[in-house]
């Protein structure tokens, strides 16, 4: 005896409706951000050919990698919203966790070519212009806090959305590097600030986005989210009147703010009569609703040895 129950109490109800992920409030400001950066971009390459500045044209290429990252969020979020269909029946919401492991390598590829590059700096030290690369360097760390403060609680959200303000972060580091090292070089002569400048920033970068990775596989692997415990939800169900007992429970997350749960309930006679069946999908999902984040789940109320029978038939 089976049952859908969502938010709404509509039983055998489907997944929640298309454009309703948490990156897709944040479309608007995605779009913002990336103008932002190919302004950002054109101005960054247009400076590095007036001062001749390298650490300027590697901080264009670090904007080239944002407005690649930031357009693959907003295409997924794009295909993630699409409707369900008969043979995708959550429709294409796993493509935004796919948008942010894709973000993932990139940001990877981006730390160690920073590595890389400032190891190669440290042996050869090239000179930095001054005020000129400041100037330059100024503008792309404005206009990135500005991205950063559009994406700041999105972030938080939407492993897509987090993917993209990862990508925006690493930028407004490389581009207040860019100010930093110049104006060291300028004050002190020492060459060799603009890739020890570049080091930290690689050293910043990798942290967040391996932690950025083992989140979107997580969700890949179709893990229990990190704030739902299966012991707390097994012992909230178990303590409701008429439960027996709980197996088969299973919570996982389709993308950022959509997690499902399904589980059997083995319940007592009197809850299987139709008013009963009613009441126990009511009082579960009230339970579920009001002390965890999850809201779409589908129950199976079965009497007590009807496991046992399930374990026979799957063999």
Not at 17 to 22: H, M, S, Y
Request: charged share 15%; aromatic share 4%; net charge negative.
């Amino acid at each position: 005896m089976g049952a859908g129950h969502d938010h709404g109490h509509a039983h055998g109800g489907p997944p929640p409706a298309a454009g309703t992920t948490a990156a897709a409030a944040y479309r608007g400001r995605l779009r913002i951000t990336l103008g932002i950066t190919l302004t950002v971009l054109v101005a960054e390459v247009v400076g590095s050919a007036l001062t001749g500045s390298l650490a300027l044209l590697a901080d264009a290429g670090h904007m080239a990698t944002d407005a690649v990252g930031v357009s693959m969020a907003l295409v997924a979020i794009h295909f993630a919203n699409r409707p369900a269909s008969g043979r995708r029946t959550y429709g294409y919401a796993r493509a935004e966790i796919l948008a942010a492991l894709l973000n993932c390598l990139l940001l990877l590829g981006v730390g160690g070519f920073i590595l890389l590059e400032a190891i190669q700096r440290f042996a050869e030290p090239t000179a930095v212009p001054g005020g000129l690369t400041v100037a330059f360097g100024l503008v792309g760390v404005v206009a990135n806090l500005i991205s950063l403060g559009l994406l700041m609680r999105g972030q938080r959200e939407s492993l897509n959305v987090r993917g993209a303000f990862l990508e925006v972060l690493s930028d407004a580091l490389g581009s207040l590097a860019v100010v930093l090292s110049a104006l060291v070089i300028m004050a002190t002569g020492w060459t060799r600030a603009d890739p020890a400048a570049s080091l930290l920033i690689a050293l910043m970068i990798v942290p967040r986005t391996l932690r950025l990775l083992r989140e979107a596989l997580d969700v890949l692997l179709e893990a229990a989210p990190r704030n739902v415990d299966l012991d707390q939800v097994r012992a909230h169900m178990t303590a409701l009147p008429g439960v027996v007992d709980v197996h088969d429970l299973h919570v996982w997350t389709i993308t950022s703010g959509m997690p499902v749960l399904s589980a059997h309930v083995v319940v007592q006679a009197e809850a299987l009569d139709a008013a009963g069946h009613e009441k126990m999908l009511h009082d579960l999902q009230d339970c579920l609703g009001e002390h965890f984040d999850v809201e779409h789940c589908t129950f199976q109320l079965e009497p007590g040895g009807h496991a046992a029978h399930e374990a026979r038939l799957c063999h």
